[in-house]
């Protein structure tokens, strides 16, 4: 799993994992502060992630080992 962390909890907030391929994976709503992503069924590798708000889209990325 990898956890995301927010200063405060956003309301209306999803967090989308992609590939880099660009293919959605999974979409998950983000209601805490403080969540966790589990991600045991991906492969080993660099994904996109993606988190929606009404306070507008932060990009990342992450490598699953």
């Known amino acids: 799993y990898f956890t995301v962390h927010l200063g405060k909890p956003i309301e209306n907030a999803n ?16 209601t805490e502060s403080e969540t966790k992503i589990m991600v045991d069924c991906f492969s080993q590798g660099l994904y996109l992630t993606q988190l929606t708000s009404n306070e507008g889209i932060v990009k990342g990325k992450i490598l699953i080992k």
């Open 15 to 30: 967090l989308q994992l992609f590939n880099l391929s660009g293919q959605l994976l999974i979409t998950t709503p983000i």
